[in-house]
Structures are given as C-alpha cells and as structure tokens.
C-alpha cells in the first residue's frame, strides 16, 4: 500500500510538475501589458491566484504543517512565511531589485526538500544538529518572495499605480495563501484520523522530498539551456514569459 502509493505520487510528480511551471499566464500577462493605472481587484485576482496554483509554494506549506497540530503552530510558521515573502515580492518589484528566476525557482525547489529533510528528522540524526525552523521558514519565505517578484518583473509593469498594484497583489496572495491553506488543513485533519498517515507520514515526505529535487533540476536545466541557447526571437523577457505560459496551457 505504501509502495504504491509512492509510487503512484512521484510518477504524478515527476510528469505534472515540469507541465504546471507557474509563470504567469498568458492571458494574464497580456492583461497586465495592455493595461495601466491602478487595477485594485485584477491584481487581488492575479495574486490569489498565483498562489493557489503555485505549486512550489503548496509544497513548501504543505511540508511546513505536516507535523504541525495545533492551530496557534501553525498560525506562527504560517506568519513567519508571509512576512518574508511579502518583504521581497514588495521590495524586489518596488526597488527593482533582481534575481534570476530560474536560480531563484531552484532555490525554492530546495526549500521543499529541507522542509521534507526536516521532517524527516534528518538534521539531528545525519547531521546532529537542528537548525531553528522558525528562522529557516522565514529565510525561505524571502526567497519565495523573490520568485513572485521575478514573475512580475518579467512583464514589465507600468510605473503607473505601481505601488498599489503590488499591495494588491500582495494582498490577493495572502488571500490565496489562506485558501490554499484551509484547504491542506481540511485533508490533513482527515489524514491524521485515519491508520495510513503513521503509515505513510515518512513515505509522503520522501515524495515531497523528490518533488522538490525534481523542481531543482527542472529550474537549472532551464538557467543552462537559457544561458546556453539564448531565445532569438523574444524582444524581452515578457514576451518569453508570454510564450512559456502559453506552451505550458
């Protein structure tokens, strides 16, 4: 039950996960190019929405309360993620700092595989010592915080109502975040009362533990190929953007 299980998990993984790259979509990123001024509710939209199907974020929640059972943990680790993407999504677009995304979506990738490693108690048995999990939820909420900015980023926002539209978006994160999250919650609870979660508990880690090396190695495959091979025909990286989304549709 357990193999199969696994098995099944890592097979959907490893072909869904590469297919579901979260780019903005294509009919989103025109929107945003076509349009300017301040779009309070279009940009709560595209947030919320880019949370709920981001999948690396899920991920890294879903590994975050997987051992968590008591709602005042969970509201704690859940806050400590969002302040540190709201930092560098708001800081990174605002002050136009960047980051490569395809090095930033990798490092997103390995926080998914600590968190799974974590869980897994394999600080303090392999490596014996247990890094504060609070401070390390927060350090990778920044970087995930640089993966939203770099998406944005790459659609060429117009500088009007800017600062409105990112604290819309912000917000519509945050919104998704809280959806997404309920909704982890809700099965967890289920999971936890049922015989198979002490049976699969450390099986599941170690999918979640494969998906995110899996997402390191779609993400530098990527950083290569487009230092290697870079694209002719894009006049900008909006329009590369634009493009992927498509493909990935």
């Known amino acids: 039950m357990g193999k199969q299980f696994s098995g099944f998990l890592f097979l ?10 979260h780019n903005v979509a294509a009919q989103d990123a025109e929107f945003i190019k076509q349009n300017a001024g301040a779009l309070i509710v279009p ?21 975050v309360i997987f051992f ?4 005042k943990d969970v509201a704690v680790y859940v806050t400590c993620f969002a302040v540190g993407h ?15 995304p395809f090095i930033i979506d990798a490092i997103i990738g390995l926080s998914v595989v600590y968190k799974a490693f974590d869980n897994l108690n394999g600080f303090r048995t392999l490596l014996g010592f247990q890094p504060n999990t ?4 927060l350090l990778f909420g920044l970087f995930h915080g640089f993966g939203l900015a770099t998406k944005l980023q790459e659609l060429k926002l117009s500088s009007n109502g800017l600062v409105g539209n990112m604290i819309s978006f912000n917000v519509g994160v945050e919104i998704g975040q809280l959806i997404a999250l309920s ?6 609870t289920w999971w936890r009362s049922t015989k198979s979660f ?6 599941a880690n170690v999918v979640i ?23 002719e025909q894009a006049s900008n990286l909006s329009d590369i953007v634009v493009a992927q989304a498509g493909g990935a549709r």
């Open 12 to 21: 959907l993984l490893l072909f869904a996960l590469p297919a579901l790259a």
């Open 43 to 63: 940009f709560i939209y595209l947030g919320a929405k880019h949370m709920v199907t981001g999948y690396d974020h899920l991920l890294f929640l879903f590994g």
């Open 68 to 71: 968590l059972y008591r709602l």
């Open 86 to 100: 709201s930092i560098t999504l708001l800081g990174g677009v605002l002050t136009g700092i960047h980051v490569n």
């Open 134 to 137: 609070k401070a390390m939820v």
């Open 183 to 188: 909704i982890i919650l809700m099965f967890m």
């Open 198 to 203: 002490a049976q699969l508990a450390v099986a």
């Open 209 to 231: 533990m494969t998906a995110g090396f899996i997402l390191m190695g779609y993400q530098l495959g990527g950083y290569y190929d487009a230092k290697n091979n870079p694209p």
